[in-house]
């Protein structure tokens, strides 16, 4: 488990919770940009899976609001919009947190599809393919 949990509000936008506000960054980063998408979630996922795994000596993450950078030592999210909110985080900080939010959106119904219609976009099998789903 990671230092940040999930949750839905009651108009049904994606929430964070954590004691430490070093993660609030992140927090903010997942709800605003992966919101309740499994699919973001999922390239997510494969980003620091590659980077961990060697695949990828480095990646990037350009969303609306948020820029991250995932190299082998670590990950830098910045809120594009927000001037002054970011964080610095190990890469099994991130990935232990995607792993939960992963959770948090898999409990929708279409999660399924959603997987078999990234492995398809992307001509391979998602690296968590067996691991979480």
């Not at 950078?69 to 190990?90: F, H």
């Not at 898999?106 to 968590?128: C, I, M, N, V």
Request: charged content about 25%; some cysteine; glycine content about 8%.
């Amino acid at each position: 488990m990671s230092q940040i949990s999930f949750h839905t509000d009651p108009g049904g936008f994606p929430r964070y919770q954590t004691d430490d506000e070093r993660f609030i960054a992140l927090g903010v980063w997942f709800s605003m940009e992966l919101r309740n998408s499994p699919y973001q979630c999922l390239d997510l996922l494969a980003l620091v899976d590659d980077v961990t795994s060697g695949r990828e000596e480095s990646g990037l993450w350009e969303g609306e609001a948020f820029l991250a950078e995932v190299t082998a030592d670590g990950v830098k999210a910045t809120n594009t919009i927000l001037s002054g909110q970011s964080g610095v985080y190990t890469l099994d900080e991130v990935r232990r947190a995607a792993e939960d939010y992963w959770r948090f959106v898999s409990a929708q119904p279409h999660t399924a599809t959603d997987l078999a219609d990234w492995e398809q976009t992307w001509s391979r099998s998602h690296p968590y393919r067996g691991r979480l789903f």
